[in-house]
């Protein structure tokens, strides 16, 4: 089936610095991706759809401008936390749509954690 | 979008079957019925997907009732593995995996 590789697994990092978070469509092409994040014991939580060539479209309440999303290419689509809190601990994690958009597969995660 | 209710936990003995039920009365005709899970720290796994027929690949069967308002997942042999958070989503055919919501899920525990 198809792979959605996403790194890295884990990161820790100093409250106001930024972290680069990467997700990969390794067989398949994908115009578009999706960036959630989930706290502990709840349900996944969309942050905002990334488009290849063009803007982000963020859910209501996620801060663009502290959550950037690039998507220069068709099998790679980034997630910039600017800045980071401790508040953004958090679970990310990345999803595309396979060919023939039936199926959705979803990368591993990436666990943050601000001190 | 049509929501779904499901469980929030489940035990199942290793090695039995486990019958995972979820309710989706307000799905529409052309809606689709997916089953995810998630084991812990890690990103949901596709299980399996129907529409009305009944469907079974190699991890698992759905079974979906006549009148589309409910459905069943079933694992027919749990292992240990199995241990996870079950999700089942409906979603509108076509380009609405943005629209996808996950609810809470069901929290299966397979115990020796």
């Known amino acids: 089936g198809a792979v959605v590789s996403q790194h890295p697994s884990r990161v820790i990092c100093k409250s106001g610095t930024s972290v680069k978070i990467e997700c990969r469509s390794l067989?398949?092409?994908?115009?578009?991706m999706f960036w959630y994040r989930q706290f502990p014991k709840k349900s996944l939580m969309l942050m905002a759809t990334?488009?290849?060539?063009?803007?982000?479209?963020?859910e209501q309440g996620v801060e663009k401008d502290k959550f950037l999303i690039n998507h220069a290419s068709l099998t790679l689509s980034t997630l910039t936390v600017t800045s980071a809190h401790p508040e953004d601990s958090s679970f990310y994690i990345c999803?595309?749509?396979?060919?023939?958009?039936?199926?959705?597969?979803f990368g591993s995660g990436t666990q943050l954690s601000v001190l | 979008d049509a929501k779904t209710t499901q469980p929030p936990s489940m035990d199942c003995a290793e090695g039995r079957a486990a019958n995972l039920p979820c309710n989706h009365s307000?799905?529409?005709?052309?809606?689709?019925v997916y089953w995810y899970r998630q084991i812990h720290s890690q990103g949901p796994q596709y299980i399996i997907h129907?529409?009305?027929n009944n469907e079974t690949n190699e991890m698992a069967s759905l079974i979906i009732t006549e009148d589309r308002k409910s459905s069943t997942l079933i694992l027919p042999h749990a292992t240990l593995r199995d241990t996870a958070v079950y999700y089942c989503?409906?979603?509108?055919?076509?380009?609405?995996?943005?629209?996808?919501?996950f609810g809470a899920g069901t929290q299966v525990v397979v115990t020796p």
């Open positions: 999803s595309a749509s396979a060919p023939g958009g039936l199926k959705l597969f």
């Open positions: 067989d398949f092409q994908a115009t578009t």
């Open positions: 990334s488009n290849e060539g063009s803007k982000a479209t963020y």
């Open positions: 307000t799905i529409s005709g052309n809606e689709y």
């Open positions: 129907g529409l009305k």
């Open positions: 989503i409906v979603r509108p055919p076509g380009d609405s995996w943005g629209k996808l919501q």
